[in-house]
């Protein structure tokens, strides 16, 4: 308990960390940020809301305050989830941006990077296992080869392919036009479908590090004792790939999952504005051209912390698969 007592302090202090960037970097951009947010409002927009100055002066500063006062001031609206409106938006609140696009995203890295993983570590697997076969001779350097390539090139590769020249996917946006977003089998069955070739090239991109990560450390596992003695004992084989050598060759690829995930969270804003993709990423690339500070903040405060959270799972997972830490 005092190891993972340590790591959720770590994590918290990396939050705050994550934060503290988050709120000097715009004060740290030449220029003022308040005059480039604020120069996309009408004088009646200024006029039909007078308390907006005041409101992104305290989120981006340009006041009269000291940076420390702002500082305050930005971490108490970060607490109640207040970051102002969006001037791309307008006058909808950056929360309620974040709180539309953010599922979108949360889907296609979700399912993208779990079956990326499934893939990859079942490939990696079987490849270790019977080394020289079809699977390790054909699909590993078919992944290693994909995996080189950035993620935004291997979506421009897939967009042309499957989509402008084989038309086996749609090409571009999260739905059909005409489908009102709900939850109903209209809008869920197209916005699957959608998904489909975004979540093809994520899998495609981040698959080989989970192949190249488990056939290495699989290679080792199979001439440990154990497994030895797995094979002495009569057992299947299938059973001693998976319950023996699998199951322990698999704790060393999971200590990567996140810095993995980080990685797959970066890529995210270019395969999004590949597909048009309607997510963060997306999102985050068209507020950062359109000087939409506080929308930009929102959303890279959002992503930081779905990585950091992303490390505490994979620790309390480790707990919970590794006995030596539970004795630390």
């Not at 100055?53 to 981006?60: G, K, N, P, R, S």
């Not at 197209?190 to 489909?196: G, K, N, Q, V, W």
């Not at 290679?219 to 790939?241: F, N, P, S």
Request: proline letters at 5%; one cysteine or more.
């Amino acid at each position: 308990m005092r190891w993972f007592a340590r790591r959720l302090a770590f994590y918290v202090f990396a939050i705050w960390v994550a934060l503290t960037i988050n709120f000097l970097l715009p004060r740290l951009m030449p220029g003022s940020p308040l005059g480039g947010l604020l120069q996309h409002l009408t004088p009646s927009q200024l006029s039909a809301n007078p308390g907006i100055v005041q409101t992104y002066e305290a989120l981006l500063g340009g006041g009269h305050h000291s940076i420390w006062q702002d500082y305050v001031t930005y971490l108490h609206r970060i607490a109640h989830f207040d970051f102002g409106i969006s001037t791309s938006n307008y006058p909808t609140p950056v929360s309620e941006v974040v709180g539309r696009t953010l599922p979108y995203s949360m889907f296609l890295v979700g399912v993208a990077f779990l079956l990326a993983f499934l893939v990859g570590t079942g490939i990696g697997m079987v490849a270790a296992w019977r080394r020289g076969g079809a699977v390790d001779s054909v699909f590993v350097p078919v992944f290693m080869v994909l995996s080189a390539f950035p993620a935004f090139f291997t979506a421009l590769l897939g967009l042309y392919l499957f989509g402008l020249k084989l038309h086996w996917f749609p090409i571009q946006h999260a739905y059909d036009n005409g489908v009102i977003p709900g939850f109903n089998w209209a809008f869920l069955s197209s916005a699957l479908r959608h998904s489909e070739l975004p979540i093809l090239v994520v899998v495609c991109a981040y698959a080989g590090g989970w192949v190249l990560n488990m056939r290495t450390v699989m290679i080792t596992t199979i001439g440990e004792d154990y497994v030895t003695m797995a094979h002495a004992k009569g057992l299947r084989d299938r059973r001693v790939m998976t319950r023996y050598a699998g199951r322990n060759a698999i704790l060393p690829p999971l200590n990567g999952f996140a810095a993995l995930f980080a990685s797959a969270v970066g890529g995210l804003v270019f395969v999004e504005f590949i597909f048009s993709y309607p997510g963060a990423g997306y999102t985050l690339q068209q507020a950062v051209l359109g000087n939409d500070y506080a929308l930009a903040q929102a959303i890279l405060v959002v992503l930081s912390v779905c990585v950091i959270l992303a490390n505490l799972i994979m620790d309390v997972l480790n707990l919970v698969l590794d006995p030596r830490l539970r004795t630390g």
